[in-house]
């Protein structure tokens, strides 16, 4: 453990929490600490375990919290949510862009919110993110009104501006993509190839990631994401690549989440997904692979089920794991221990609303356990460590995810004092198994409250909560004027179940 009196870094003041439980970092693993707790001075901590005994010129002490390392959203989409909204109906009778539109399309989509309500969606986002827990979030291809057709004009950097605002860390990019995915009347999908889409999307990130990259303290990152496997091409792949690594910028990159994506790249260069970006280069630690569910041996791939999860281990490549958005349409990743097991770093990713990285975690749990067929894995401490360790591993910060002296003061505090929790035997298990984001009661990043009593101090929740209905409406009536049958949410959302119920 840390030296219980440790040299300050400042004459700034000292802040002394201290819970019914710390999860402590040992190196190793976080191990529970009884009535533990946290020093941090300047951004750091100072020391982490049983007993400080150093200066304290604040002290809070709280038996009913669990004080744990700021999670990390590896995978998310900031903004309201289009996609949260349609549930029970086949992924073919969703929104979806025509062939006309994105063939008529320029090359940087046409603003299909206003400039106010961009900015609200990206913030009415982001505090969710926040108030459950996760103080580092990763936006992945952009807050866009509608994320999967590519940003809308200034939406990253408003949200550089929001970040700031509300006080979290956050890694930004503007995704781009060589060809643009549409649907057919009779539902089949296509790809329109557009190739100086791509490379012009990559001149813009990049000189987003000049900009804008440690912003605010350095709690504004910046990556890279090339939208999806199936929509990049090789050239595209090589040169975000030389880009990356020219810049010393990480990349996240959708692969293996769908079926039809299988299908295409099969069909095109006799590979699954993991398998295509393994024969261009395109894997390793500075890559993370989102969702990574349809690798090979997997019932909709088949194959050898050990060969794709090889290619990423071997790689050093981590996977974003986002339960959530599969779990809603009947799919799941086979089977989170696998991956694991086969040493490869797993961080968790909230894809869509709610955002909840907590109920998340508990998702991950559950659906691992039913696709092992196993009681015992994974484990309450697996998925906590991968929202953790796991995400901050992706992320190649050390700094982040763990509760140790020189760490980042990125600190959630957990109210396990709840009844629904009743007795705690141990507060990782308490967690997974019973709690959810609403249980969070403080938050700091950089040693900065940022959330008290369950709601943020740096937003207006009444104001962002009331002008959510109307920017879902108007993301609504955008995608429904883009679809090839021009759809909307009361005819999508009345599935032929609730039709006959209605008969």
């Not at 190839?193 to 990130?205: D, I, K, Q, S, Y």
């Not at 484990?379 to 140790?404: I, K, M, W, Y």
């Not at 709840?418 to 040693?447: K, M, N």
Request: include cysteine; charged fraction near 20%; hydrophobic fraction near 40%.
């Amino acid at each position: 453990m840390n030296d219980p009196t440790p040299a300050p870094i400042s004459d700034s003041p000292i802040t002394l929490l201290r819970g019914g439980w710390l999860a402590a970092w040992d190196g190793q693993q976080h191990q529970i600490i009884p009535r533990g707790g946290i020093a941090f001075q300047d951004k750091r901590i100072l020391y982490a375990g049983p007993h400080y005994e150093g200066r304290a010129d604040v002290e809070i002490d709280n038996p009913g919290w669990f004080l744990c390392p700021g999670f990390i959203n590896l995978h998310g989409h900031i903004g309201v949510e289009l996609m949260a909204a349609v549930v029970d109906v086949p992924p073919t009778a969703r929104f979806a862009p025509s062939l006309e539109f994105v063939r008529e399309s320029p090359l940087f989509l046409p603003r299909s919110l206003t400039r106010a309500e961009q900015q609200q969606s990206a913030e009415f986002s982001l505090v969710q993110m926040v108030k459950c827990g996760a103080t580092t979030i990763v936006d992945v291809v952009g807050s866009g009104p509608i994320w999967w057709l590519g940003n809308a004009p200034d939406d990253e950097e408003m949200l550089v501006d929001t970040v700031g605002k509300i006080g979290c860390r956050a890694y930004l990019a503007l995704g781009f993509r060589s060809a643009r995915v549409y649907q057919n009347a009779d539902h089949s999908w296509g790809w329109y190839e557009v190739p100086e889409l791509g490379m012009e999307g990559l001149r813009v990130a990049r000189e987003f990631a000049r900009r804008y990259r440690g912003s605010y303290d350095g709690r504004v990152q910046v990556l890279l994401t090339p939208h999806a496997v199936d929509i990049s091409s090789p050239a595209l792949l090589q040169a975000t690549l030389d880009a990356a690594r020219s810049d010393d910028l990480l990349i996240q990159i959708h692969a293996a989440q769908y079926p039809f994506e299988n299908q295409y790249v099969r069909a095109h260069y006799d590979d699954t997904p993991i398998g295509y970006l393994h024969r261009f280069g395109f894997l390793g630690p500075d890559i993370t692979l989102g969702h990574c569910v349809f690798t090979s041996g997997h019932p909709a791939v088949g194959g050898d089920p050990d060969r794709d999860l090889n290619l990423i281990a071997e790689s050093g490549s981590s996977v974003a794991h986002s339960p959530l958005t599969f779990a809603r349409v009947g799919e799941a990743l086979h089977t989170l221990p696998r991956y694991l097991d086969h040493g490869i770093n797993v961080g968790i990713g909230c894809d869509i609303w709610p955002a909840d990285i907590i109920a998340e975690m508990r998702l991950a749990w559950f659906m691992g356990k039913l696709m092992g067929e196993q009681a015992e894995r994974p484990t309450c401490r697996e998925v906590f460590h991968a929202a953790t360790v796991g995400s901050a591993n992706a992320l190649q910060r050390p700094d982040l995810g763990r509760l140790t002296q020189g760490a980042r003061a990125d600190i959630v505090c957990i109210d396990l004092a709840r009844y629904h929790f009743g007795p705690v035997l141990d507060p990782i298990r308490s967690l997974v198994t019973c709690g959810t984001g609403q249980d969070v009661d403080t938050v700091f990043v950089d040693g900065q409250k940022i959330v008290q009593g369950g709601r943020v101090l740096n937003a207006d929740e009444e104001q962002l909560h009331a002008a959510a209905p109307g920017i879902l409406q108007s993301m609504a009536h955008a995608a429904s004027a883009r679809d090839p049958l021009h759809r909307n949410l009361e005819t999508i959302l009345s599935t032929p179940a609730d039709e006959r119920r209605a008969e």
